[in-house]
C-alpha cells in the first residue's frame, strides 16, 4: 500500500511525518512526503520519498526582528501571501497524489487532501501534532492560550474557531470544482467528519495532553513521532562542556519562530534561577546559557523521552487499517 503523507508546514510539520513514515515503512508500507524542497533531505534521510510542494513557509512566516516595527499593511500582505502560499501547497499536493497513492495523510493545515482522496476514490485520513477537535478538555489551539474557557466554553468556542475562515479555505474550494466535486466549504467537510468519527491519529504524548473524555474512538493519541537518529551527527564541544558544567538546564525552543529576543530569553532564565539551552540563538550566551541551531531531540533529552516517546506501532495499526478502509 502506498501512503502519501501531505505536511504543508515547516521543519516541525515534516520531522514527525518522517519519523512516522519510517516506521510505518518497517510495517511494509510505501510512504512518499509531500513537503517543501527545503525538507528534501529529511525525507530521504527517514528512508521515505520526497514529493515537492512549492514554496517556504519558513521563511513566508519569519516576524520583523525585536523592536522592530512591521511595514503598514504588512498583516494583509501576509495574508495574502499565505493564501497563495496554501494554493500552490494545493495544486502540489494533488501532483503528489497523482504521482501514486493508495491512502493520503494530511496535517492540520492541509484539508484539502481530503477533496483529492474524495476525488480518487481513496480513503484519507488526519495526522496532526495539535489537539484540533473541539473539545471541553481545552481551549482550541487557534487562540494561542493555555487559559481554558470552562468545559462549555472551550466546546462552543472550539466549533466556532473550526468553523471560521482560514487560509486554506479558497483552495479546497478550488480543488472541488476542479476536480468535478460537489460544492462543499472546508468547515462543513470537516463538520462531516467529525459527525462520522473519522480517524485522526494524533502525535502527541498522553503523558502531556491526557486523552481527553469526550474524544471518540477514532482519535487516536499515538505519542510523538520522533525522526529517525542522524546518521553521523556529533554535538559541538562547547555544547558537551556546557551541559557537564552545571546542574541539567531547561531548554528553550521557538519552533518555526525566528528573530527570537535573545535578551528578553536570557533575562527570564536569570529570574527563575536555571541554565537554558537556548534554540535558535548560536553560540554562547553567558555564563549560563547555551545558543544551539538544530540538535537531534533523542540526544538532548534521552532520559525524558522514556516518558515522552512514541509506543509501539502496533497498537496504532488497527486505527490506521480501519482508516484505509473507509
Known sequence: MRVLMVAPGTRGDVAPMAGLGARLQVQGYEVAIAANPAYAPLVVESGC???????????????????????????????????EYMDNAATGTLAAAEAGADVIMANSVAPYAYDIAEAFGIPAMGAHLQPTEPSAAYP????????????????????????????YD???ARLRKQLGLRKESRAAGERRRRKARATILHGISPTVLPRPADWHAGLVMAGYWWPPEHSGWEPSADLVDFLAGGPAPVFIGFGSSAD??????LEA????GVRAVVQGAEGALGDDAMGVGSVPHEWLFPEWLLLFTMPALEPLLPAFARACRQ
Not at 260 to 265: E, I, N, T
Not at 269 to 272: D, M
Open 49 to 83: 520519498e520526497f514529493r515537492p510542494l512549492p514554496g517556504d513557509l519558513a521563511e513566508l512566516i519569519k516576524q520583523p526582528a525585536p523592536g522592530a516595527k512591521a511595514a503598514p499593511g504588512s498583516v494583509l500582505t501576509f495574508w495574502r501571501k499565505l493564501g
Open 170 to 172: 479558497a483552495p479546497s
Open 260 to 265: 527570537l529576543d535573545p535578551d528578553f530569553v
Open 140 to 167: 482550541p489551539v487557534l487562540m494561542n492560550s493555555a487559559r481554558s474557557l470552562g468545559a462549555l466554553g472551550n466546546r462552543i468556542i472550539g466549533e466556532r474557531a473550526a468553523a471560521g475562515p482560514a487560509p
Open 269 to 272: 532564565t536569570r529570574r527563575a
